[in-house]
Protein backbone atom coordinates (compact mmCIF):
# COMPACT_ATOMS: atom_id res chain seq x y z
CA UNK A 1 0.00 0.00 0.00
CA UNK A 2 1.26 3.39 -0.96
CA UNK A 3 1.50 5.73 2.25
CA UNK A 4 0.94 9.30 1.82
CA UNK A 5 1.33 12.30 4.19
CA UNK A 6 -1.21 14.93 3.84
CA UNK A 7 1.36 17.92 5.56
CA UNK A 8 5.11 18.71 4.82
CA UNK A 9 6.70 17.58 1.64
CA UNK A 10 4.07 14.94 0.42
CA UNK A 11 1.59 17.19 0.94
CA UNK A 12 0.88 18.03 -2.77
CA UNK A 13 1.34 14.05 -3.55
CA UNK A 14 -1.15 13.26 -0.81
CA UNK A 15 -3.36 15.90 -2.31
CA UNK A 16 -3.07 14.62 -6.45
CA UNK A 17 -3.72 11.32 -4.81
CA UNK A 18 -7.24 12.26 -2.92
CA UNK A 19 -8.58 14.00 -6.44
CA UNK A 20 -8.09 11.39 -8.25
CA UNK A 21 -10.21 9.32 -5.61
CA UNK A 22 -12.35 11.80 -5.48
CA UNK A 23 -13.29 10.99 -9.50
CA UNK A 24 -12.91 7.77 -9.43
CA UNK A 25 -16.61 6.50 -10.14
CA UNK A 26 -16.94 8.47 -13.31
CA UNK A 27 -13.26 7.95 -14.50
CA UNK A 28 -13.84 4.31 -14.07
CA UNK A 29 -16.94 3.42 -15.83
CA UNK A 30 -15.48 6.20 -18.88
CA UNK A 31 -13.36 3.31 -19.58
CA UNK A 32 -15.99 0.68 -20.80
CA UNK A 33 -18.42 2.68 -21.61
CA UNK A 34 -18.42 2.65 -25.68
CA UNK A 35 -18.06 -0.99 -25.58
CA UNK A 36 -20.87 -1.43 -23.39
CA UNK A 37 -22.76 1.37 -25.42
CA UNK A 38 -22.34 -1.15 -28.55
CA UNK A 39 -23.63 -4.34 -26.05
CA UNK A 40 -26.72 -2.28 -25.44
CA UNK A 41 -27.54 -1.44 -28.77
CA UNK A 42 -27.19 -4.73 -29.99
CA UNK A 43 -29.40 -6.04 -27.04
CA UNK A 44 -32.19 -3.52 -27.89
CA UNK A 45 -31.84 -4.72 -31.64
CA UNK A 46 -31.37 -8.06 -31.81
CA UNK A 47 -33.47 -9.05 -28.61
CA UNK A 48 -32.59 -12.47 -27.52
CA UNK A 49 -29.81 -13.32 -30.28
CA UNK A 50 -28.08 -10.21 -28.54
CA UNK A 51 -28.33 -11.59 -25.48
CA UNK A 52 -27.22 -15.08 -26.65
CA UNK A 53 -24.60 -14.05 -28.46
CA UNK A 54 -22.46 -11.61 -25.71
CA UNK A 55 -23.24 -14.54 -23.00
CA UNK A 56 -21.84 -17.39 -25.49
CA UNK A 57 -18.93 -15.17 -26.09
CA UNK A 58 -18.48 -13.31 -22.24
CA UNK A 59 -20.58 -16.38 -20.08
CA UNK A 60 -19.66 -19.74 -21.54
CA UNK A 61 -23.54 -20.40 -22.58
CA UNK A 62 -23.12 -22.82 -24.61
CA UNK A 63 -25.90 -22.94 -27.59
CA UNK A 64 -27.68 -25.51 -26.04
CA UNK A 65 -28.24 -24.26 -23.14
CA UNK A 66 -31.35 -22.31 -22.62
CA UNK A 67 -31.39 -18.88 -20.82
CA UNK A 68 -34.03 -19.43 -18.49
CA UNK A 69 -32.75 -21.52 -14.84
CA UNK A 70 -35.55 -24.76 -13.67
CA UNK A 71 -36.97 -24.47 -10.53
CA UNK A 72 -36.00 -28.15 -10.93
CA UNK A 73 -32.04 -27.18 -11.07
CA UNK A 74 -32.28 -24.62 -7.92
CA UNK A 75 -34.02 -27.36 -6.29
CA UNK A 76 -31.25 -29.96 -7.07
CA UNK A 77 -28.65 -27.19 -6.13
CA UNK A 78 -30.18 -26.68 -2.92
CA UNK A 79 -30.01 -30.49 -1.76
CA UNK A 80 -26.85 -30.92 -3.02
CA UNK A 81 -25.66 -27.97 -0.54
CA UNK A 82 -23.82 -29.09 2.72
CA UNK A 83 -26.06 -28.69 5.74
CA UNK A 84 -23.89 -26.20 7.26
CA UNK A 85 -24.01 -23.69 4.45
CA UNK A 86 -27.39 -24.31 4.50
CA UNK A 87 -27.68 -23.67 7.83
CA UNK A 88 -25.64 -20.06 7.16
CA UNK A 89 -28.01 -19.35 4.23
CA UNK A 90 -30.87 -19.49 6.35
CA UNK A 91 -29.41 -17.63 9.27
CA UNK A 92 -28.08 -14.63 6.96
CA UNK A 93 -31.62 -14.61 5.32
CA UNK A 94 -33.91 -14.63 8.04
CA UNK A 95 -31.49 -11.50 9.69
CA UNK A 96 -32.01 -9.39 5.99
CA UNK A 97 -35.29 -10.41 6.27
CA UNK A 98 -36.16 -8.88 9.90
CA UNK A 99 -34.01 -5.80 9.06
CA UNK A 100 -36.20 -4.84 5.96
CA UNK A 101 -39.12 -5.60 7.82
CA UNK A 102 -37.88 -2.88 10.36
CA UNK A 103 -37.48 -0.56 7.41
CA UNK A 104 -40.74 -0.77 5.51
CA UNK A 105 -42.04 3.06 5.71
CA UNK A 106 -44.90 3.53 6.90
CA UNK A 107 -48.28 4.45 5.34
CA UNK A 108 -49.61 8.17 7.91
CA UNK A 109 -52.08 10.65 7.67
CA UNK A 110 -52.38 13.85 9.17
CA UNK A 111 -54.89 17.39 9.39
CA UNK A 112 -53.09 20.17 8.67
CA UNK A 113 -56.66 22.11 8.37
CA UNK A 114 -60.02 21.35 9.59
CA UNK A 115 -61.85 19.63 6.64
CA UNK A 116 -57.95 18.75 5.44
CA UNK A 117 -56.37 14.83 5.12
CA UNK A 118 -52.57 14.75 3.84
CA UNK A 119 -50.60 11.70 4.10
CA UNK A 120 -49.08 8.39 2.01
CA UNK A 121 -49.11 5.41 1.06
CA UNK A 122 -46.65 3.19 -0.01
CA UNK A 123 -46.95 0.49 -3.16
CA UNK A 124 -44.47 -2.32 -3.59
CA UNK A 125 -42.90 -1.86 -7.62
CA UNK A 126 -44.32 -4.01 -10.18
CA UNK A 127 -41.05 -5.81 -11.69
CA UNK A 128 -37.37 -5.71 -10.44
CA UNK A 129 -34.12 -7.25 -12.06
CA UNK A 130 -31.93 -8.43 -9.37
CA UNK A 131 -28.18 -8.72 -10.56
CA UNK A 132 -26.27 -11.37 -9.07
CA UNK A 133 -22.16 -11.11 -10.13
CA UNK A 134 -21.17 -14.49 -10.89
CA UNK A 135 -17.57 -14.06 -11.95
CA UNK A 136 -14.81 -15.09 -9.73
CA UNK A 137 -16.67 -15.94 -6.72
CA UNK A 138 -19.88 -17.75 -6.33
CA UNK A 139 -22.15 -15.19 -4.81
CA UNK A 140 -25.39 -16.45 -2.87
CA UNK A 141 -25.28 -13.94 -0.63
CA UNK A 142 -25.72 -11.26 -3.12
CA UNK A 143 -29.05 -12.98 -4.11
CA UNK A 144 -30.38 -13.17 -0.75
CA UNK A 145 -29.65 -9.87 -0.15
CA UNK A 146 -31.08 -8.37 -3.25
CA UNK A 147 -34.51 -10.53 -3.59
CA UNK A 148 -35.02 -10.33 -0.01
CA UNK A 149 -35.66 -7.07 0.53
CA UNK A 150 -38.09 -7.01 -2.77
CA UNK A 151 -40.20 -10.11 -1.01
CA UNK A 152 -40.65 -8.27 2.00
CA UNK A 153 -41.49 -5.26 -0.31
CA UNK A 154 -44.33 -7.08 -2.13
CA UNK A 155 -42.72 -6.80 -5.09
CA UNK A 156 -44.50 -9.06 -7.39
CA UNK A 157 -42.48 -10.11 -10.43
CA UNK A 158 -38.53 -10.62 -9.32
CA UNK A 159 -36.21 -11.57 -12.08
CA UNK A 160 -32.38 -12.74 -11.33
CA UNK A 161 -29.92 -12.57 -13.68
CA UNK A 162 -26.31 -14.37 -12.87
CA UNK A 163 -23.43 -15.42 -15.15
CA UNK A 164 -22.48 -18.70 -15.24
CA UNK A 165 -24.42 -19.64 -11.57
CA UNK A 166 -22.86 -21.33 -9.26
CA UNK A 167 -24.47 -24.12 -7.17
CA UNK A 168 -24.28 -22.06 -3.88
CA UNK A 169 -26.08 -19.31 -5.90
CA UNK A 170 -28.64 -21.79 -7.60
CA UNK A 171 -29.50 -23.16 -3.65
CA UNK A 172 -30.00 -19.24 -2.45
CA UNK A 173 -32.44 -18.97 -4.97
CA UNK A 174 -34.31 -22.27 -4.24
CA UNK A 175 -34.49 -20.95 -0.19
CA UNK A 176 -35.48 -17.70 -1.28
CA UNK A 177 -38.29 -18.67 -3.53
CA UNK A 178 -37.05 -17.13 -6.80
CA UNK A 179 -39.15 -18.57 -9.67
CA UNK A 180 -37.71 -16.27 -12.82
CA UNK A 181 -33.49 -16.71 -13.14
CA UNK A 182 -31.63 -16.34 -16.54
CA UNK A 183 -28.00 -17.27 -16.35
CA UNK A 184 -26.81 -14.29 -17.86
CA UNK A 185 -24.59 -11.05 -17.07
CA UNK A 186 -22.64 -8.49 -17.44
CA UNK A 187 -24.02 -5.26 -19.69
CA UNK A 188 -26.41 -7.74 -22.42
CA UNK A 189 -28.31 -8.86 -18.79
CA UNK A 190 -28.73 -5.37 -17.90
CA UNK A 191 -30.25 -4.36 -21.51
CA UNK A 192 -32.33 -7.50 -21.11
CA UNK A 193 -33.77 -6.58 -18.37
CA UNK A 194 -34.06 -2.50 -19.25
CA UNK A 195 -35.72 -3.27 -22.72
CA UNK A 196 -37.27 -6.69 -23.05
CA UNK A 197 -36.79 -9.01 -25.08
CA UNK A 198 -38.67 -11.92 -26.63
CA UNK A 199 -37.86 -14.25 -23.70
CA UNK A 200 -37.54 -11.56 -20.74
CA UNK A 201 -39.89 -9.35 -19.85
CA UNK A 202 -38.62 -5.38 -19.37
CA UNK A 203 -38.55 -4.60 -15.59
CA UNK A 204 -39.54 -1.26 -13.86
CA UNK A 205 -36.16 -0.98 -11.69
CA UNK A 206 -32.55 -3.01 -11.61
CA UNK A 207 -30.63 -3.25 -8.69
CA UNK A 208 -27.42 -5.35 -7.54
CA UNK A 209 -23.59 -4.69 -7.66
CA UNK A 210 -21.57 -5.58 -10.24
CA UNK A 211 -18.04 -4.80 -12.50
CA UNK A 212 -17.46 -1.69 -14.73
CA UNK A 213 -19.46 -2.98 -17.20
CA UNK A 214 -22.24 -3.91 -15.72
CA UNK A 215 -22.53 -0.39 -13.56
CA UNK A 216 -21.62 1.72 -16.47
CA UNK A 217 -24.83 -0.36 -18.01
CA UNK A 218 -27.01 0.49 -15.42
CA UNK A 219 -26.18 4.27 -15.53
CA UNK A 220 -26.68 4.24 -19.17
CA UNK A 221 -30.20 2.42 -18.96
CA UNK A 222 -31.57 4.70 -16.80
CA UNK A 223 -33.97 6.32 -19.39
CA UNK A 224 -35.56 2.90 -19.93
CA UNK A 225 -36.15 2.14 -16.09
CA UNK A 226 -34.61 2.62 -12.43
CA UNK A 227 -31.64 1.70 -10.87
CA UNK A 228 -30.90 1.39 -7.59
CA UNK A 229 -27.06 2.82 -7.71
CA UNK A 230 -23.93 2.69 -9.18
CA UNK A 231 -22.65 -0.21 -7.13
CA UNK A 232 -19.54 -1.25 -9.09
CA UNK A 233 -15.87 -2.54 -7.15
CA UNK A 234 -15.58 -2.58 -3.77
CA UNK A 235 -14.23 -0.08 -1.58
CA UNK A 236 -13.23 -0.15 1.67
CA UNK A 237 -12.07 2.90 4.45
CA UNK A 238 -10.98 2.34 7.45
CA UNK A 239 -10.44 5.69 9.66
CA UNK A 240 -8.82 4.79 13.03
CA UNK A 241 -6.86 6.37 15.42
CA UNK A 242 -5.88 3.20 17.94
CA UNK A 243 -7.64 0.79 15.85
CA UNK A 244 -6.28 -2.81 16.17
CA UNK A 245 -3.12 -3.38 12.85
CA UNK A 246 -4.04 -7.20 12.72
CA UNK A 247 -7.91 -6.39 12.09
CA UNK A 248 -7.75 -3.54 10.18
CA UNK A 249 -5.00 -5.24 8.07
CA UNK A 250 -7.46 -8.43 7.72
CA UNK A 251 -10.49 -5.84 6.71
CA UNK A 252 -8.40 -4.06 4.03
CA UNK A 253 -7.12 -7.58 2.27
CA UNK A 254 -10.60 -9.36 2.41
CA UNK A 255 -12.45 -6.20 0.06
CA UNK A 256 -9.18 -6.20 -1.92
CA UNK A 257 -9.66 -9.50 -2.86
CA UNK A 258 -12.88 -8.72 -4.54
CA UNK A 259 -11.79 -7.10 -7.47
CA UNK A 260 -8.48 -6.33 -9.21
CA UNK A 261 -10.59 -2.43 -8.93
CA UNK A 262 -11.38 -2.48 -5.61
CA UNK A 263 -10.54 0.31 -3.19
CA UNK A 264 -8.74 0.06 -0.20
CA UNK A 265 -7.96 3.00 1.92
CA UNK A 266 -6.66 3.44 5.76
CA UNK A 267 -6.98 7.18 7.46
CA UNK A 268 -5.52 7.91 10.29
CA UNK A 269 -3.16 10.95 12.34
CA UNK A 270 -1.33 8.04 14.16
CA UNK A 271 1.88 7.31 12.24
CA UNK A 272 2.84 4.67 14.35
CA UNK A 273 -0.44 2.86 13.40
CA UNK A 274 -0.28 3.39 9.48
CA UNK A 275 3.29 1.84 9.86
CA UNK A 276 1.94 -1.19 11.71
CA UNK A 277 -0.95 -1.79 9.60
CA UNK A 278 1.10 -1.65 6.14
CA UNK A 279 3.18 -3.95 7.52
CA UNK A 280 0.71 -6.31 8.39
CA UNK A 281 -0.85 -5.54 5.29
CA UNK A 282 1.59 -6.99 3.11
CA UNK A 283 2.36 -10.05 5.37
CA UNK A 284 -1.26 -10.81 5.45
CA UNK A 285 -1.79 -10.22 1.71
CA UNK A 286 1.14 -12.55 0.95
CA UNK A 287 -0.61 -15.59 -0.25
CA UNK A 288 -3.51 -14.17 -1.74
CA UNK A 289 -2.72 -12.85 -5.49
CA UNK A 290 -5.86 -11.01 -6.14
CA UNK A 291 -5.68 -8.85 -2.77
CA UNK A 292 -2.32 -8.39 -3.46
CA UNK A 293 -3.09 -6.78 -6.84
CA UNK A 294 -5.79 -4.71 -6.01
CA UNK A 295 -3.66 -3.61 -2.86
CA UNK A 296 -0.73 -2.66 -4.81
CA UNK A 297 -2.99 -1.01 -7.98
CA UNK A 298 -5.90 1.29 -5.43
CA UNK A 299 -3.85 0.54 -2.03
CA UNK A 300 -3.54 4.09 0.11
CA UNK A 301 -3.01 4.98 3.81
CA UNK A 302 -2.94 8.52 4.38
CA UNK A 303 -1.43 10.23 7.63
CA UNK A 304 -3.28 13.26 8.11
CA UNK A 305 -1.74 15.97 10.82
CA UNK A 306 -4.79 15.78 12.81
CA UNK A 307 -7.75 13.93 13.61
CA UNK A 308 -10.02 16.28 12.88
CA UNK A 309 -8.29 16.55 9.51
CA UNK A 310 -8.61 12.43 9.09
CA UNK A 311 -12.21 12.83 9.58
CA UNK A 312 -12.70 15.21 7.06
CA UNK A 313 -10.63 13.12 4.45
CA UNK A 314 -13.36 10.40 5.43
CA UNK A 315 -15.85 12.51 4.60
CA UNK A 316 -14.39 13.86 1.88
CA UNK A 317 -13.90 10.21 -0.22
CA UNK A 318 -17.07 8.77 0.93
CA UNK A 319 -16.29 5.25 1.06
CA UNK A 320 -18.73 2.07 0.36
CA UNK A 321 -17.68 0.61 3.48
CA UNK A 322 -16.53 2.48 6.65
CA UNK A 323 -15.02 1.22 9.78
CA UNK A 324 -14.40 3.50 12.80
CA UNK A 325 -13.25 2.87 16.48
CA UNK A 326 -16.07 3.52 18.48
CA UNK A 327 -19.83 4.75 18.34
CA UNK A 328 -18.62 7.85 19.91
CA UNK A 329 -17.09 8.29 16.19
CA UNK A 330 -20.76 8.34 14.50
CA UNK A 331 -21.34 11.68 15.40
CA UNK A 332 -18.74 13.01 12.67
CA UNK A 333 -19.62 10.56 10.19
CA UNK A 334 -21.52 12.28 7.54
CA UNK A 335 -20.99 9.95 4.32
CA UNK A 336 -20.71 6.64 3.96
CA UNK A 337 -22.87 3.48 2.40
CA UNK A 338 -22.19 1.46 5.42
CA UNK A 339 -20.51 1.80 9.02
CA UNK A 340 -18.27 -0.98 10.90
CA UNK A 341 -17.73 0.12 14.92
CA UNK A 342 -15.23 -0.89 16.91
CA UNK A 343 -12.32 -4.05 16.65
CA UNK A 344 -15.24 -6.89 16.73
CA UNK A 345 -17.70 -5.45 13.53
CA UNK A 346 -15.50 -7.23 10.73
CA UNK A 347 -16.59 -6.18 7.58
CA UNK A 348 -17.13 -9.35 6.49
CA UNK A 349 -20.18 -9.62 8.88
CA UNK A 350 -22.44 -6.86 6.91
CA UNK A 351 -21.14 -8.98 3.52
CA UNK A 352 -23.25 -12.01 4.80
CA UNK A 353 -25.27 -12.33 7.89
CA UNK A 354 -25.64 -9.19 10.01
CA UNK A 355 -28.61 -8.29 8.28
CA UNK A 356 -27.91 -4.59 6.46
CA UNK A 357 -27.67 -4.72 3.17
CA UNK A 358 -24.22 -5.28 1.37
CA UNK A 359 -25.38 -3.54 -1.95
CA UNK A 360 -23.33 -0.42 -1.27
CA UNK A 361 -22.74 3.09 -3.07
CA UNK A 362 -19.80 3.13 -4.63
CA UNK A 363 -17.64 5.73 -6.11
CA UNK A 364 -17.98 8.66 -3.61
CA UNK A 365 -22.23 8.03 -4.10
CA UNK A 366 -22.47 7.70 -0.26
CA UNK A 367 -22.66 11.56 -0.50
CA UNK A 368 -26.65 10.74 -2.01
CA UNK A 369 -27.45 8.06 -0.24
CA UNK A 370 -27.04 4.99 1.59
CA UNK A 371 -27.24 1.46 0.55
CA UNK A 372 -29.74 -0.77 -0.67
CA UNK A 373 -32.92 -1.12 1.33
CA UNK A 374 -36.34 -2.05 1.21
CA UNK A 375 -37.27 1.60 0.09
CA UNK A 376 -35.63 0.57 -3.15
CA UNK A 377 -38.51 -1.50 -3.43
CA UNK A 378 -41.47 0.57 -2.77
CA UNK A 379 -43.32 3.81 -4.05
CA UNK A 380 -44.39 6.52 -1.25
CA UNK A 381 -47.63 8.26 -2.76
CA UNK A 382 -48.59 11.04 -1.23
CA UNK A 383 -52.58 11.74 -0.65
CA UNK A 384 -54.47 14.76 -0.18
CA UNK A 385 -58.44 15.03 0.37
CA UNK A 386 -60.07 17.93 1.03
CA UNK A 387 -64.06 19.00 2.25
CA UNK A 388 -65.48 21.65 1.37
CA UNK A 389 -64.51 23.63 4.65
CA UNK A 390 -61.12 22.34 4.24
CA UNK A 391 -60.79 24.10 0.79
CA UNK A 392 -62.56 27.18 1.80
CA UNK A 393 -59.74 27.00 4.36
CA UNK A 394 -56.73 26.72 2.48
CA UNK A 395 -58.03 27.86 -1.09
CA UNK A 396 -57.43 31.49 -0.73
CA UNK A 397 -53.92 30.48 0.02
CA UNK A 398 -53.62 28.85 -3.06
CA UNK A 399 -55.68 30.98 -5.07
CA UNK A 400 -52.84 34.06 -4.17
CA UNK A 401 -49.74 32.01 -4.35
CA UNK A 402 -50.80 30.68 -8.53
CA UNK A 403 -52.11 34.34 -9.39
CA UNK A 404 -48.64 35.60 -7.76
CA UNK A 405 -47.47 32.91 -10.57
CA UNK A 406 -49.50 34.29 -13.41
CA UNK A 407 -51.03 30.62 -13.31
CA UNK A 408 -54.61 31.89 -13.72
CA UNK A 409 -56.18 28.70 -14.32
CA UNK A 410 -54.30 27.38 -11.50
CA UNK A 411 -56.36 29.55 -9.58
CA UNK A 412 -59.87 29.46 -10.74
CA UNK A 413 -59.80 25.42 -10.58
CA UNK A 414 -59.66 26.24 -6.79
CA UNK A 415 -61.96 29.16 -7.05
CA UNK A 416 -64.71 27.25 -8.52
CA UNK A 417 -64.84 24.93 -6.20
CA UNK A 418 -65.84 27.47 -3.49
CA UNK A 419 -68.65 28.84 -4.55
Known sequence: MKLYKTFGRGAQAAEQCIRSLEQRGAANTAKVEPVVRRILADVRKRGDRGVRRYAE???????QQPLRVTRDEMEAAWHATAPALQAAMLVARGNILAFAEAQLPK?????????????????PLGSVGCYVPGGRYPLPSTL??????????????????????????????????????YRIGGAQAIGALAYGTASIGRVDKIVGPGNLYVTAAKTLVTGECGIDMPAGPTEIGVASEKGNPAGIAADLVAQAEHDPEALAVLITSNAALAQAVRAEVKAQAR???????????????????????????????????????????????RNAGSVFVGDYAP???????????????????????????????????TVQEYTRKGLRSLGPHAIALAEAEGLLGHAESVRVRMR
Open 57 to 63: KFDGLTS
Open 107 to 123: EWTIAPADGVKTGQIVR
Open 287 to 333: GNGLARQSLAAQGCIFVTKTVAEARELTNRLAFEHLTIDSAADLKWV
Open 144 to 181: LMTVTPAQVAGVERIVVCSPKPAKETLAAAWLAGVTEF
Open 347 to 381: QSMGDYVSGPNHVLPTGRNGRMRGGLSVLDYVKVI
